[in-house]
């Protein structure tokens, strides 16, 4: 069963794999600046992040598969095989290809944990002794957690980077760029547990990182939908 699935999902990879590198030769250019493009990535990160975690996490296989389906579907519902057009000159920039793939492997991560949270909260109703397996989801989350923040971080600062070079400032407090902030922050707080300590407590810290998602889904979806700005073609 292990080799089927890891075939499934080396072909799964493979195949967005292939959708980025034809995009990226029939555009000329890496394909990170519009909506269908970043989801792919993110579906292909995910992909990536689940074979690596399959030996050691018996979930990372149906949650992977999960959220990749999950992504895919809103990416198709977004518009299937949008039209490859030019990059308008403030995408040309190679920090754009670095910011983007740094971003998305912070969300995978993150939905990874968030999924997580959700077993936890499953397992707890299903059986509500298993105290020991709550522990190790948290320790696995926290695992998955530390390099989410750490990606999320140089990703916010590369973007700023980026935005220096493009606009003449570092911080111009677009919707996007203080979401982003204000999710960094918020998964930072499960990390210092020692100062928190409901974040010690398994169930809390489950709860709260199925809640912390959302600031997420807001940075990626709500910003583009409700809040526009700079940020909006992305």
Known sequence: VYTVSTIWVSVLCTFLALIFI?????????????????MNLLALSICIITLFM??????????????????????????????????????????LSLHVTVIMIA???????????????????AQPGNKAYLERLQD??????????????AGIF???????????????????????LITLLIYVAPLHSALWKSFQKPMFFH???????LSVLITYF???????GMHSYA
């Open 222 to 228: 709500g910003v583009n939908l409700l809040l526009g």
């Open 207 to 213: 709860i709260y990182c199925i809640l912390a998602f």
């Open 54 to 95: 399959m030996r050691k996490y018996e979930m990372a296989l149906p949650a992977g598969l999960l959220m990749t389906g999950f992504v895919l579907l809103v990416q198709m519902m977004g518009g299937s095989n949008p039209p490859i057009t030019h990059l308008m000159p403030v995408l040309s920039s190679p920090l």
């Open 107 to 125: 969300y995978a991560l993150l939905f990874f944990v968030m999924l997580n949270g959700i077993s936890a909260v499953i397992v707890r109703i």
């Open 22 to 38: 034809l995009r990226w030769i029939a555009g000329g250019h890496v394909p990170m600046a519009g909506s269908f493009d970043s």
């Open 140 to 153: 696995i989350s926290k695992i998955m957690l530390y390099p989410a923040v750490a990606f999320l971080a």
């Open 158 to 180: 590369i973007g700023a980077v980026w935005a220096n070079i493009s606009w003449g400032n570092y911080w111009s407090w677009d919707p996007k760029e203080v979401w982003a």
